[in-house]
């Protein structure tokens, strides 16, 4: 075993192990990117309300109090970060969560800080 500066020996076959399943650089960039989007509130409620019914953006807007132009603004970040889909009906558009990882993710979260 090696000491490092702190004074603890260095677990040679720990770091070795772990160091070979670290992802990419790139990925570990993108997931922390991606995790920076989950960090406003107002994004996370409306990533909430779509995880129980697809929605346009004047019923996001009522349900969660804010303005169509301050949820038409979120749900452009949302769609950028790939968490959010379009789908038209004549006039109307509505959003829904892209997949089931999002909605999981949000559960995660709730469950985690409900604990």
Do not use: W
């Amino acid at each position: 075993m090696e000491e490092n500066m702190c004074g603890c020996g260095v677990h040679k076959d720990i770091v070795e192990r772990v160091s070979q399943t670290m992802p990419d650089e790139n990925i570990l960039y993108n997931a922390a990117e991606l995790l920076k989007v989950f960090g406003d509130p107002t994004r996370i409620r409306i990533l909430y309300v779509l995880g129980q019914n697809e929605m346009c953006v004047c019923d996001i807007a009522r349900l969660i109090s804010i303005t169509q132009s301050a949820v038409s603004h979120q749900l452009r970040v949302l769609k950028q970060a790939r968490l959010v889909k379009a789908r038209r009906s004549g006039k109307t558009i509505f959003y829904s969560l892209c997949d089931d990882h999002v909605q999981e993710i949000i559960h995660c979260a709730m469950d985690h800080v409900m604990e």
